[in-house]
Each structure stands twice: as C-alpha cells, then as structure tokens.
C-alpha cells in the first residue's frame, strides 16, 4: 500500500512529508494506522543527528496510538480493529530479560530494532522510487500507517481518545514509571526533578501520586513553573537564579539532599547535579534523559562511597503490553491527568514546526492527528 509520512532523509535537516511505499505485515507482524503521535525530544535527538543508533532515511516517531488494520501469518493476540499503542520496549514474555523480574528490557527484536529493520532483517518501509526507509524504535509513528511486531503492540480499551493516550506510548508511561518502578517512592519522600517539559512534568505528577511531601523543580526556563505546579511541584528553582553553588542549594532546600533526584534533561553536567545533590547515605538519582553521542558522567567515587546510587530509566521500568492497557485506564478514570500537557495539536504537515516549538521551550507536548 501507500501512506503518506514525515521522513527524516538526513541528520539535521526538517523531515518531509511525502507519499511512500509500505509493506503488508509478515509473520508475527501487524499492520497498524496511526491516529495520533506525540513528539518527544528523543526523536528531535535523532534527528539531530546526536543518538548513535541514527541512521537516515528513516521514519521517526514513537510516541503513538492508532488501530489494528491486518495481522501477518501467526498473530494471535490481536485483530484488525483493536485498538493499540506501539512500544518501543516491546514485551515478548519469554526472553531471559522478560523473564527476569529486574528488568523491563525486552531484547526479542533489539538487535535488528536498533538497525532500523524488522527482525527478518528487512525494512517494510521505502519511497516509490524503491528506495528502502529505516523504521525507528521498532515504531515510526510519524507514518500514517506503519508495521510492528506483535509484540511490541499493547492493547487499549475503545473508548480512549488516540490523540491523549498516544502520550502514554512514552512520556506519560517513563515519568511515571520512573518513580513508580524504577525510583519506588515512598510516602513522604523529598524530591528534585531537573527539566519540566514532557518527561519531567510526568516525574512530578507520579511523585504525587506516590505522596511525595516535597517535589522540588528545576529548570532553566520559568515559563514551565504554572503547570509543573499545576502537577504538583512544591517548590522551583532556576538555576540562573541561584547565587553560588546549585548543588548546596538544593541540598539546603530538601533539608539535607533528596531522597530522589530525576535528571529529565539528558544534559551530563545536570546528570551529576542530580546525584549531588541527593540526600547522603540514602539518595537516588534516577536518569532519564538521554544524552549525546561521546557524552559521559562522572562524579566523585566518593558520592557513591557515601551512600548516593544512580540508577537509570528506560520507559519507566514498564513492561509495555501488561502496564501500558493499566495507564489508559488510569487516565480513562482520572487517577492521572494528560489533556493540559498537550500544549499544542498539529497536522503531519505541520510535525517542523512541532520541533521547533520544542527548541523554544513553547510547547510541552505537541501532538500530530492524522
Ligand atoms: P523537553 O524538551 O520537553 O524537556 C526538557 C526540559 O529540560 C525543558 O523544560 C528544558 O528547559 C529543560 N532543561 C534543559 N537544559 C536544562 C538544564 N541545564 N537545567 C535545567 N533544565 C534544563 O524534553 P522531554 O521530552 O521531556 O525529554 C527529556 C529527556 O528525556 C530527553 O533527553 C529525552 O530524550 C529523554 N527521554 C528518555 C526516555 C527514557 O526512556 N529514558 C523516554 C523519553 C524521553
Ligand atoms: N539510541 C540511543 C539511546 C536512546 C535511548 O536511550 N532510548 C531510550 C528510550 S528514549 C524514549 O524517548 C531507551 O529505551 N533505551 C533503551 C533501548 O534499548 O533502546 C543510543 O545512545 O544509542
Ligand atoms: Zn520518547
């Protein structure tokens, strides 16, 4: 079939909007029409040219909700009208890591995922001239109809609105997650998050939710203050504002260091500022963000010799097929809020300027309907 999507053809330029080539779905593949996307700052990251794993052309996106079109040869969990959320961390339930309680990892398809191909090795994608496109994070939600494996599909309750629930495919589910499953929060807790926008704003309302006494806030932009608030943030710090030395500072207002520190930022110098700035003995520092290709964080040994750990977050530590229907229906009952953090809802031919609003701190989540 054709379907029209962004394709980013090469790192740093704006992605265009074109007609392509896609492929019906293999063996354990499905074929999935997107009705919503968000944007989130990974795929600005890829597309910058900075993540590692970036390879072009491809189709981005991976912050998705849309409905099962056909199933290939052997799919058994899903059929064509169900409605779904694709994951980037998909859920196999029978690889050493699924298997394993510590980690949400799946690795049935990472290989050939982080290649941009289907785990036969080949790309369904490809522009009408026959040039093959990569697909991205297993994903590519910036296709108005795209292939996964089943097992990087979730299924969601019907009566969910696609352009709200595709937010849970990352930013929702890996801020929450990440207090719930990776951090797990304990009542009364004091909390620093560094960066407000898409990720962060998530890490407060789960901090919330966990009964977070305090939910300290750190950005360099205060035109983020209003909803973080809005989300629970007790207290906020910018950074430029702070006389001396950021760290004492931070360390003074939680009365002796977090107990939790989120880096939602992916810059490596906050990386260590949130794992400074957590309580001695006891503090973790969660990372979120993900930084550039070549970046490193260090630290004194001496933070971690004293009690400090840091630890990392991939999707929130959620299992993607078993939480992700659990989140909708979270939403569904108002137990957690997303409507007010998608600032903006854009048409496909308007995904540019969706990024560009993201480099201005304008928007927190803008979001494509197709
Ligand atoms: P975003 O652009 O919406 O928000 C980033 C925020 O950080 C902005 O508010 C910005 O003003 C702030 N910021 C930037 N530099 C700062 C600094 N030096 N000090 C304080 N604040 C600063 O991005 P997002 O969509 O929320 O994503 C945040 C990070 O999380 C990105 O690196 C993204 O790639 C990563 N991410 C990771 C996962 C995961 O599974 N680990 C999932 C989604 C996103
Ligand atoms: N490809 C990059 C790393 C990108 C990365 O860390 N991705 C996160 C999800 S970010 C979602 O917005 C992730 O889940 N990583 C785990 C994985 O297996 O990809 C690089 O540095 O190579
Ligand atoms: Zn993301």
Same mark, same amino acid.
């Given at each position: 079939?054709?379907?029209?999507?962004?394709?980013?053809?090469?790192?740093?330029?704006?992605?265009e909007?074109?007609?392509?080539?896609?492929?019906?779905?293999?063996? @354990?593949? =499905?074929?999935?029409?997107? &009705?919503?996307?968000?944007?989130?700052?990974?795929?600005? !990251?890829? /597309?910058? $040219?900075?993540?590692?794993?970036?390879?072009?052309?491809?189709?981005?996106?991976?912050?998705?909700?849309?409905?099962?079109?056909?199933?290939?040869?052997?799919?058994?969990?899903?059929?064509?009208?169900?409605?779904?959320?694709?994951?980037?961390?998909?859920?196999?339930?029978?690889?050493?890591?699924?298997?394993?309680?510590?980690?949400?990892?799946?690795?049935?398809?990472?290989?050939?995922?982080?290649?941009?191909?289907?785990?036969?090795?080949?790309?369904?994608?490809?522009?009408?001239?026959g040039?093959?496109i990569?697909?991205?994070?297993?994903?590519?939600?910036?296709?108005?109809?795209?292939?996964?494996?089943?097992?990087?599909?979730?299924?969601?309750?019907?009566?969910?609105?696609?352009?709200?629930?595709?937010y849970?495919?990352?930013?929702?589910?890996?801020?929450? @997650?990440? =207090?719930?499953?990776?951090? &797990?929060?304990?009542?009364?807790?004091?909390?620093?998050? !560094?960066? /407000?926008? $898409?990720?962060?704003?998530?890490?407060?309302?789960?901090?919330?939710?966990?009964?977070?006494?305090q939910?300290?806030?750190?950005?360099?932009n205060?035109?983020?203050?209003?909803?973080?608030?809005r989300?629970?943030?007790?207290?906020?710090?910018?950074?430029?504002?702070?006389?001396?030395?950021?760290?004492?500072?931070?360390?003074?207002?939680?009365?002796?260091?977090?107990?939790?520190?989120?880096?939602?930022?992916?810059?490596?110098?906050?990386?260590?500022?949130?794992?400074?700035?957590?309580?001695?003995?006891?503090?973790?520092?969660?990372?979120?963000?993900?930084?550039?290709?070549?970046a490193?964080?260090?630290?004194?040994?001496?933070?971690?010799?004293?009690?400090?750990?840091?630890?990392?977050?991939a999707?929130?530590?959620?299992?993607?097929?078993?939480?992700?229907?659990?989140? =909708?229906?979270?939403?569904?009952?108002?137990?957690?809020?997303?409507?007010?953090?998608?600032?903006?809802?854009?048409?496909?031919?308007?995904?540019?300027?969706?990024?560009?609003?993201?480099?201005?701190?304008?928007?927190?989540?803008?979001?494509?309907?197709?």
């Amino acid at each position: 079939m054709r379907t029209t999507a962004a394709v980013a053809l090469e790192a740093g330029k704006p992605m265009e909007i074109m007609e392509v080539n896609l492929d019906g779905p293999k063996a @354990g593949e =499905v074929l999935v029409e997107i &009705k919503a996307t968000g944007l989130c700052h990974t795929d600005d !990251f890829t /597309l910058s $040219g900075a993540d590692p794993e970036g390879a072009f052309p491809a189709i981005l996106g991976h912050e998705g909700a849309g409905v099962v079109v056909e199933v290939g040869p052997g799919v058994t969990s899903l059929e064509p009208g169900d409605h779904v959320i694709p994951l980037y961390t998909p859920e196999c339930r029978e690889c050493d890591y699924c298997l394993n309680p510590k980690t949400n990892l799946c690795q049935a398809v990472r290989a050939t995922q982080g290649q941009g191909v289907m785990p036969d090795g080949t790309s369904r994608f490809s522009m009408l001239d026959g040039t093959p496109i990569l697909h991205y994070m297993g994903c590519s939600t910036f296709s108005n109809h795209t292939v996964l494996p089943e097992i990087a599909l979730a299924k969601v309750r019907k009566d969910a609105p696609f352009d709200k629930i595709c937010y849970i495919g990352c930013g929702v589910t890996t801020g929450i @997650g990440a =207090v719930i499953n990776t951090a &797990k929060v304990e009542l009364g807790s004091r909390c620093v998050v !560094f960066g /407000l926008g $898409g990720i962060g704003l998530n890490v407060i309302q789960g901090l919330r939710m966990a009964g977070a006494d305090q939910i300290v806030g750190v950005d360099l932009n205060p035109s983020k203050v209003e909803m973080a608030t809005r989300f629970g943030m007790t207290d906020f710090v910018n950074p430029n504002d702070v006389d001396g030395d950021l760290v004492g500072h931070l360390v003074e207002l939680t009365g002796g260091g977090a107990d939790y520190s989120f880096d939602a930022t992916g810059n490596v110098k906050v990386m260590r500022d949130a794992l400074e700035c957590a309580h001695k003995g006891w503090g973790e520092s969660i990372i979120i963000g993900v930084a550039p290709a070549g970046a490193e964080i260090s630290t004194r040994p001496f933070q971690l010799v004293t009690g400090r750990v840091w630890k990392g977050t991939a999707f929130g530590g959620a299992r993607g097929r078993t939480d992700v229907p659990k989140i =909708v229906d979270w939403y569904m009952q108002g137990k957690i809020e997303i409507d007010p953090m998608i600032t903006h809802t854009l048409k496909l031919d308007e995904i540019n300027k969706g990024f560009e609003m993201m480099h201005a701190g304008e928007s927190i989540r803008s979001v494509v309907v197709y």
